[in-house]
Structures are given as structure tokens and as C-alpha cells.
């Protein structure tokens, strides 16, 4: 195709859009957003998309074994943590199932990785579901609070196609990685979320302000998931969670009108 790129091309994919996929989404983008997606040196950047964004109409080349993987997010105010998933529709069966996530991965940065994939016959062209996150994994079908979502096409280089039980292989970071205590956003002036807590472990906690008062407390499983502050004075607050295992968690956010 005369002056698009042999890897990365722009064009219709009316064989992918035949099919139907789940509708997903973050309610939230304005902190951090997906910004750049590279398989194989080749890049297509993006800007804050407002939560999701279909580029199935740019196709990216995979190849038979080993292809690489380029991720980097936009941010406007502090690079949080942030966790990227990648599936691709190896079988377009029209779902992105466990086997199919081909990389996981966390960081406050920009991602290089590897993703294996051994192919047989079967499909050439699939759709490729690019999921970040903050704080928390989820599934391909399911909504995120805060990051961003961007469905790509991928078509395979080789002359078989994709198989439908391809080998996978990548890196995969889980849940349990996750354990520091975190307000967000921070600052706020309306909502606070708190990330990092492990409700299935008894203990306590309380909220202080700067002057040592107690503004709210209670047992682990009453935190919040989302606490409202749009009331509560200017100021700086900390909650600690004294958790009955012997393990204390804290952690201090602002609230600013």
C-alpha cells in the first residue's frame, strides 16, 4: 500500500468487525491515559481518548514466536503505578479468554517487553485489547475506574494464520504485588478512593486530620470505596489500618477546594 509502513498499515477491517465484542471502558482517563502501543518497533501513539478507543482500523504485524511489546502512558499530574494487560482474540471466537492475555505487566513507567506466540493454522486477522489500569488488575470485559482501553487489529505475518490454541507465552504479575496503601486522587476535592486494602483480613482503621482528630473509623470491611470529601475541611488527612494479623498500612491525601 503506497506510503503507509509494511508492519503498521492503516485500513478497513471488515472481516474483525463481524465481530461482536464486549463493551469496555474507564470512567476516569484525565490522570493517566494510553498514549503509544508498539508491536515490533512500529508505534501508533494516541491521545487522552476519555476512556476508550477504537483503532481496529489500524492492522499491526505479529510474527510466528517471539514479537515485541512497546507500552506507554500519558499523565498530567504524578505517574502512578500502573498496570497494562494485553489479549489477543487468538480463536475470533469474539471473547479474550485467560489464555489469550499474551502480557501483564505493572509499572510507574514506560513498558519493553516479549510475547511468544506459536502458530500452526487458522485466522490471519484478530483483534488485539490493550488494557491500562491503576491500582487494580481487571478482565478485558470489565470497566476500570481510572486509565484507559484501545482495541488495535493484528494480522499474522506468517502464511497459516493464528491458531486457535497457540502457545502463549509472557509475563504475568499478579494482584498480590499490590499491597501498599494508596488514596486516589490525591488531591481531591470531591471523592477518594483507597487502594491497597485487603478487606478479607480483620482489623480497624481510622482517619485523622492534622490536629490528631479522629474524622472517621471503624472495622476494615466498612472502608469505603469511595469516600466523599466534597464537605470535610482543606487540609491534610491520614488513615491507618491496623490490621489484626499485626500489619499496619497508612497513608496520607489532601483534600484542596
Not at 485500513?11 to 461482536?20: F, L, Q, S
Not at 498530567?76 to 479474550?96: A, H, M, T
Not at 490493550?130 to 481487571?138: A, P, Y
Not at 496503601?181 to 490525591?186: E, I, R, T
Request: glycine share 8%; net charge negative.
Amino acid at each position: 500500500m503506497d506510503g503507509l509502513d509494511d508492519v503498521f498499515y492503516k485500513g478497513i477491517c471488515t472481516p474483525v468487525d463481524d465481530i461482536v465484542y464486549c463493551e469496555v471502558k474507564a470512567h476516569k482517563s484525565d490522570y493517566e491515559w494510553i498514549d503509544a502501543v508498539a508491536v515490533n518497533g512500529e508505534s501508533h501513539e494516541s491521545e487522552n481518548e476519555k476512556g476508550y478507543a477504537d483503532f481496529t482500523d489500524w492492522k499491526m504485524m505479529i510474527n510466528d514466536g517471539t514479537n515485541s511489546i512497546n507500552l506507554s502512558a500519558g499523565t498530567k499530574y504524578y505517574p502512578f503505578r500502573k498496570l497494562w494487560r494485553v489479549w489477543i482474540d487468538l480463536n475470533r471466537d469474539g471473547e479474550f479468554e485467560d489464555h489469550e492475555m499474551v502480557f501483564s505487566e505493572v509499572s510507574r513507567s514506560d513498558i519493553e517487553g516479549t510475547f511468544k506466540i506459536e502458530q500452526e493454522s487458522g485466522v490471519e486477522q484478530t483483534r488485539m485489547r490493550v488494557m491500562m489500569g491503576l491500582f487494580q488488575f481487571r478482565d478485558p470485559c470489565h470497566n476500570i475506574q481510572y486509565g484507559e482501553v484501545e482495541d488495535y487489529t493484528v494480522t499474522f505475518s506468517g502464511e497459516s494464520g493464528l491458531l486457535a490454541d497457540a502457545t502463549v507465552e509472557s509475563r504475568t504479575v499478579e494482584n498480590s504485588e499490590l499491597e501498599n496503601l494508596m488514596a486516589f486522587p490525591n488531591p481531591s476535592s470531591d471523592i477518594v478512593s483507597f487502594y491497597g486494602v485487603n478487606k478479607s483480613i480483620k482489623g480497624s482503621f481510622a482517619i485523622f486530620n492534622t490536629l490528631g482528630q479522629v474524622i472517621r473509623s471503624g472495622e476494615v470491611v466498612q472502608i469505603p470505596n469511595i469516600l466523599y470529601v466534597s464537605q470535610w475541611n482543606s487540609g491534610a488527612y491520614t488513615i491507618i489500618i491496623n490490621y489484626d494479623s499485626g500489619d499496619v498500612k497508612s497513608s496520607r491525601f489532601i483534600v484542596k477546594k
